[in-house]
């Protein structure tokens, strides 16, 4: 996507029903990035909002032609906004990317494209506390990321990081090699590569408007996470099935020693049920983890493409 008159920096922010916050992000973007001393632009991404989100992009992108608005065809998720956003980036050099509620202070980003400048292609805000969250939110995001860096194996996930982050050039044309319909960015971002990192920020509760998360969404956000990320919980199949084998093996050498030993009293109904309803239950979650790859391989083999969009302003080099 990049022109002749592309700028060198552009800022990519996926938006479902913000309408409050963007103009506040779109005045404390432009504080932050007036010192950075390098061409800039805004991509505003309108994930199918179900408020005024597009003409308040809109409104902010016939003010200010730095902005660009891509509008697309329905709400997509977020993960494929952001991929949106950082399609249309025009920038030559480099792409930060923020949430649009303010919970990613803009005034970060002149120390991640400091950090840049130094040499690093990837550049990630790693949040210091967790304000205005619960203890719970909290327990269970430190619980995701012990597990993930358990089974990331070579591919470790920077704990504490979001989507916030800045990337160079050729970071994000080797992200946007990866077309996947299931997408775990912080897996993919992770997967690249590239000398990367950490710059330490506080993070703010969200500025205006409602948090699109819950407990139901978290759960399948780890799943995405965990399944398209590592392969790992399918060989559980293959070491619970082992071990049972083994134990099945003792307990049947057992039995045999017990019936010549003793004779063959007649028992074992209620451990007989046990051991059938055990192995029932196993075998039923391991077709359940077996279903979830092939929902994920189906869903890849139909190669859609990732999204459509409805519109696309791109920015304006101002005069
Ligand atoms: N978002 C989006 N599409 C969605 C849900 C969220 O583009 O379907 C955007 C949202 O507008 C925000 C960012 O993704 O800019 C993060 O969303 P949210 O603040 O709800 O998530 P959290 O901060 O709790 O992780
Ligand atoms: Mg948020």
């Known amino acids: 996507m990049t022109t002749p008159d592309a700028p060198a920096l552009s800022v990519v922010v996926p938006a479902y029903n913000e309408q409050e916050v963007l103009p506040e992000l779109h005045r404390r973007l432009a504080a932050a990035l007036a010192d950075i001393g390098i061409p800039w632009e805004v991509v505003y991404v309108n994930d199918g909002s179900r408020d005024a989100t597009l003409s308040v992009m809109l409104g902010i992108q016939a003010q200010d032609p730095r902005a660009a608005v891509v509008n697309l065809s329905r709400n997509f998720g977020k993960e494929i906004a952001l991929t949106a956003g950082l399609d249309h980036a025009r920038a030559t050099e480099a792409v930060v990317v923020i949430d649009a509620d303010l919970q990613d202070p803009p ?12 040499g690093f292609d990837v550049v990630y805000a790693q949040r210091n506390t967790r304000e ?15 597990v993930m860096q358990r089974i990331g194996g070579k591919v470790q996930l920077p704990p504490d990081t979001g989507d916030f982050r800045l990337m160079s050039r050729r970071a994000i044309d080797a992200l946007l090699q990866l077309r996947e319909q299931h997408r775990f960015m912080k897996g993919l971002f992770a997967w690249i590569g590239f000398p990367s990192k950490a710059v330490r920020y ?18 399948n956000f780890s799943l995405e996470g ?17 071990a049972i084998a083994v134990l099945a093996t003792i307990y049947l050498a057992f039995i045999v020693g017990r019936t010549l030993l003793q004779g063959n009293p007649v028992a074992g109904y209620p451990s ?4 059938v309803l055990f192995l029932g ?4 979650m391991m077709l359940g983890i077996i279903g979830e790859y092939l929902g994920r391989i189906f869903n890849e083999t139909k190669q859609r493409p990732l999204y ?5 302003l791109p920015s304006r080099s101002p005069e």
């Open 202 to 219: 506080d993070r703010a509760p969200r500025a205006a408007g409602e948090t699109k998360w819950n407990y139901w969404k978290l759960w």
């Open 272 to 275: 007989l049920l046990a051991v």
């Open 107 to 118: 005034e970060v980003i002149p120390a991640l494209v400091a950090t840049w400048r130094e």
């Open 308 to 312: 459509f969009t409805e519109r696309y």
């Open 132 to 146: 205005g969250e619960t203890w719970l939110k909290k327990a269970t995001a430190a619980g995701f990321y012990r």
């Open 226 to 242: 965990i399944t398209s990320f590592t392969v790992a919980p399918l060989k559980v199949a293959t070491y619970v099935g082992f």
């Open 281 to 284: 239950g196993v075998q039923m």
